[in-house]
Nanobody
Framework: QVQLVESGGGLVQAGGSLRLSCAASGRTFSTYAMGWFRQAPGKEREFVAAISWSGGSKGYADSVKGRFTISRDNGKNTVYLQMNSLKPEDTAVYYC???????????????????WGQGTQVTVSS
């Protein structure tokens, strides 16, 4: 089992940056693909970004391409989401998630993920 704890959320002005972190428990972190999702009030949880177990494959939602970067440090059992040029529409609770995927790939479908963190709030003011 994997336990995930997000941190790094907060209040930022439009155009600013934040870096989210997700720390994982256990010695098998490096075998999991990791994803970031977000959920705004009244909306469904949506895919933001994902990364394969090695970091060699990454994927992004169209809405964040060119602004957000996902990365991981398997030595620290941590996955990151660097968010630049933030917009008010990026306001949401951000969740990290873990799943084992065959090969060096990742998943973008919410239902594919087995483990979830508790979320961290990101608020972008205009």
């Amino acid at each position: 089992q994997v336990q995930l704890v997000e941190s790094g959320g907060g209040l930022v002005q439009a155009g600013g940056s934040l870096r989210l972190s997700c720390a994982a428990s256990g010695r098998t972190f490096s075998t999991y693909a990791m994803g970031w999702f977000r959920q705004a009030p009244g909306k469904e949880r949506e895919f933001v970004a994902a990364i394969s177990w090695s970091g060699g494959s990454k994927g992004y939602a169209d809405s964040v391409k060119g602004r957000f970067t996902i990365s991981r440090d398997n030595g620290k059992n941590t996955v990151y989401l660097q968010m630049n040029s933030l917009k008010p529409e990026d306001t949401a609770v951000y969740y990290c998630a873990a799943v084992r995927v065959a090969g060096d790939s990742y998943a973008s479908r919410r239902g594919a993920y087995d483990y979830w963190g508790q979320g961290t709030q990101v608020t972008v003011s205009s």
